[in-house]
């Protein structure tokens, strides 16, 4: 099992930054990839980001790339998603997400059913 806490959230102002961050415990070492998404009211849970623990490589959903990005801290078994240029669209629940299986295929990781354990979340609120 894999326990996942976020934590980083809060209120902001368009156009700042934020990071969030992601901290793994229990088997965290067995994790193979590591995802973001986000959920605001009325809306379906989307993706955001992922890391590819095997090789470092990460990917974006298209809303956020280029003022994003995911990394890892391996000894601190903590994944960060730092957000830059926020938008009000921005505003959302932000859920960390993770699996130990090994899925190869990049669409894999936009998909919520890849994912064996979430985090409870955490509030980001963009103000205008």
């Known amino acids: 099992q894999v326990q996942l806490v976020e934590s980083g959230g809060g209120l902001v102002q368009a156009g700042e930054s934020l990071r969030l961050s992601c901290a793994a415990s229990?088997?965290?070492?067995?994790?193979?990839?590591t995802g973001w998404f986000r959920q605001a009211p009325g809306k379906e849970r989307e993706f955001v980001a992922a890391?590819?623990?095997?090789?470092?490589?990460?990917y974006y959903a298209d809303s956020v790339k280029g003022r994003s990005t995911i990394s890892r801290d391996n000894a601190k078994n903590t994944v960060y998603l730092q957000m830059g240029s926020l938008k009000l669209e921005d505003t959302a629940v932000y859920f960390c997400?993770?699996?130990?299986?090994?899925?190869?295929?990049?669409?894999?990781?936009?998909?919520?059913?890849?994912?064996?354990?979430w985090g409870q979340g955490t509030q980001v609120t963009v103000s205008s």
């Open positions: 229990g088997r965290a070492d067995s994790t193979y990839v």
């Open positions: 890391f590819r623990r095997s090789d470092a490589n990460t």
């Open positions: 997400a993770a699996t130990s299986k090994r899925y190869y295929l990049r669409t894999d990781y936009y998909q919520t059913g890849t994912y064996d354990y």
